[in-house]
T-cell receptor, first 118, second 111 residues
Framework: ETGVTQTPRHLVMGMTNKKSLKCEQHLGHNAMYWYKQSAKKPLELMFVYSLEERVENNSVPSRFSPECPNSSHLFLHLHTLQPEDSALYLC?????????????????FGEGSRLTVL | GIQVEQSPPDLILQEGANSTLRCNFSDSVNNLQWFHQNPWGQLINLFYIPSGTKQNGRLSATTVATERYSLLYISSSQTTDSGVYFCAVPRRAGTASKLTFGTGTRLQVTL
């Protein structure tokens, strides 16, 4: 138990569906992240939110739409995905390393949401 | 951007054996994390180790930042150690950190 919870754990969707992935952290952190892990590829950073503001969008297609309503919750809205978007989507959180002493910026990950697009 | 390389890419061990996994990075870093990804996909934090040596049970890690590498030692390996081991180094993203991951070492421990 890392303190970062992702739902659903598994999702199968068609290319015309709209679905959302949810992430919740109980660690009191103030930065949240979405990573994508495809088969035989390194983990790729998708989005970074710092104090609920998006600070990084790593050239992600617009069919992926993140939302961070507060520092504890992060969503990834999915719309008209392609089969090549099938992957494990991992959420992470951290305490901002540049605010306050003793914050290492160490990331903690959820269990992931395994997405299959048919 | 920074390059992070891990070796070996694959490793098969018999239960009880020891192993050393290596992580090389192309630029100076101010911290480094090691993770174990279990067969269900979860990334489990093993070490946060910007420099020096840390130990946690059968695992230990050493980072030599000046020479741009880190080592993860697994002693008396068990089947539950199987999975993929990643090292990752941070880069600043606004006020947050973003991790760049290595390609991983896939470890299989057999009976």
């Amino acid at each position: 138990e890392t303190g970062v919870t992702q739902t659903p754990r598994h999702l199968v969707m068609g290319m015309t569906n709209k679905k959302s992935l949810k992430c919740e952290q109980h660690l009191g952190h103030n930065a949240m992240y979405w990573y994508k892990q495809s088969a035989k590829k390194p983990l790729e950073l998708m989005f970074v939110y710092s104090l609920e503001e998006r600070v990084e969008n790593n050239s992600v297609p617009s069919r992926f739409s993140p939302e961070c309503p507060n520092s504890s919750h992060l969503f990834l809205h999915l719309h008209t995905l392609q089969p090549e978007d099938s992957a494990l989507y991992l959420c992470a959180s951290s305490q901002l390393p540049f605010l306050g002493q003793g914050n290492t910026g160490e990331l903690f990950f959820g269990e992931g949401s395994r997405l299959t697009v048919l | 951007g920074i390059q992070v390389e891990q070796s070996p890419p694959d490793l098969i061990l018999q239960e009880g054996a020891n192993s050393t996994l290596r992580c090389n990075f192309s630029d100076s870093v101010n911290n480094l994390q090691w993770f174990h990804q279990n067969p269900w996909g979860q990334l489990i934090n093993l070490f946060y180790i910007p420099s020096g040596t840390k130990q946690n049970g059968r695992l230990s890690a050493t980072t030599v930042a000046t020479e741009r590498y880190s080592l993860l030692y697994i002693s008396s390996s068990q089947t539950t150690d199987s999975g993929v081991y990643f090292c990752a180094v941070p880069r600043r993203a606004g006020t947050a950190s973003k991790l760049t991951f290595g390609t991983g070492t896939r470890l299989q421990v057999t009976l």
